[in-house]
C-alpha cells in the first residue's frame, strides 16, 4: 500500500475539517476528560403526566422521533390526502431547524431562539413555551408522556408533554444536535463532547457513556437489543443496548453527519464524502458502496423501506436506490442543495430545499406531485401523522399542510 507523506495527510485532513465546518458540523477533536460537565442529572418535577404514546409507534398516528421509529426509516404510515392544502402557519420569530414531532395532536418542535413549543396539531397555537438554555436544533423525542431534546449548551431537557414542566435535566460538555432515540425505559442521544449517552428515561440516570475521540452529530439508531451510531471519527458502532458494550464496529472513510437507518438485518448510512453505504447489522462489514465520481456530499439522512433507499446530496439531487444492490431505480434534481432528510408518506417523498421549497415527489418514479414556496431555507425535515405534514423554515414559520375541512 503506498505511504502518504505526513504533510499531505495534514493538508487533506485540514480540507476534510473545513468542509465540515462550513457545512455547520465542527469536528473538532473532544478534549481531554471532555465527556460530561456533571456527573449526575439535575432532577425537578414530578413524574410524566398526559400521553402514554411511544415513539416506537409509528402507525400513522404519531411521528414521536427524528426519522419516525427507533429504527429511523424514515417511514410513515399515515394517509395524506390527494391534494395538501396550507391549514396555518405559526411565526416562531427564530430560526426553525429543529424536525417536529407529532404526538396526540400536538406538535413539538425547538427553535433557534432557545425554546421548545408545544402547538395544537388542529390550530397551528401554542399549548406552552419551554425556555432552554440554548438553542434547540435536533428534533423532539416523545415517550410515555415526556419531551426529550437537547440544546447547543449541552444541556439534555426532559419535559412534561401535556404541561410543559421540566421534568430532569443532564448536562454534557457540548453542544447537543443528536435527536434522542428510545429504547424500553431508556433514552439516548449524541454530544459534541464526542459521547454517546444513554440515560434512565424517568430519572435522567446515567446507565453508560461510550467515548468517542470526535463530535457525535448524528441520532442513535435502534434495533433489537442493539443501538447503532457513527459520527466524525469516521466509524460506525454497534453497542449492546443493555450493556454499554461496544459488539462490532466498521470505518467508513468519511465524517457521519447523517442518521443511520435499520431495515431487514442491514444498516444504511450516508456520509460526507464516501457516498451511501449498505452495512450487514450483524457483523458488521460493508455489503455495498454507492459512490459515483459525479455525487454530491451526503448531510441528510436516508430513507428506507420495501422500495429502496432514497437519499438526497447537497447538490440537489434525491435518489431511489434498490436496497439490495445499489441500483438506481430514479433520480430527481431539485437545483438546490438539500440537508432536509426525505421522508415518505404513502406513495410520495416529501423534502426541503436551500432555496426555500418543499417537494413531494412520486415514490414509484421520482416525478414531482407536489411543492410550496415557504418564505426560506428549510434544513429540517418533515414530521408526517394523522393525515398532516409539519415543517419548519429558517424564517421561523412552522407549516403545516393537510385536508380542510
Known sequence: MTRLHPAVLAVLSALALA?????????????????????????????ASGTGRNASQNDGTAWASFRGNPQETGVSDTS???????????????????????????????????????????KGSVRWSYATKGNVVAAPCVSEGRVFVGDTSGLFHAVDA????????????????????????SVLFGSYDGSLYCLEAASGREKWTVKTNMPVHASPCVFGANTSMAGCDGVLRIIDLPTGRESGKIEVGSNVAATPAFLDGKLFVATLTEGLQCVDGTGPKLLWKHAPPDMGSLYASCAVGPWGVIFATRDGVVSCLDARDAKEKWRFDAKAQIDSSPVVAGRRVFFGTSDGKLFALGLDDGAKVWSFAAGSAVTASCAAARGRVVIGSQDGAIYCFGAKE
Open 80 to 122: 395524506l390526502p390527494d391534494r395538501l392544502d396550507l391549514l396555518w402557519t405559526y411565526e416562531a420569530k427564530a430560526a426553525v431547524e429543529s424536525t417536529a414531532a407529532i404526538v396526540d395532536d400536538a406538535v413539538y418542535v425547538g427553535t433557534s431562539g432557545s425554546f421548545l413549543l408545544a402547538l395544537d396539531l388542529r
Open 19 to 47: 468542509a465540515l465546518t462550513f457545512s455547520g458540523i465542527s469536528c473538532t477533536k473532544a478534549g481531554p476528560g471532555a465527556s460530561k460537565g456533571s456527573a449526575s442529572a439535575t432532577k425537578s418535577g414530578a413524574g
Open 162 to 185: 401535556r404541561t410543559g414542566a421540566k421534568l430532569w435535566t443532564f448536562e454534557t460538555a457540548d453542544k447537543i444536535v443528536s435527536s434522542a432515540n428510545v429504547a424500553a425505559d
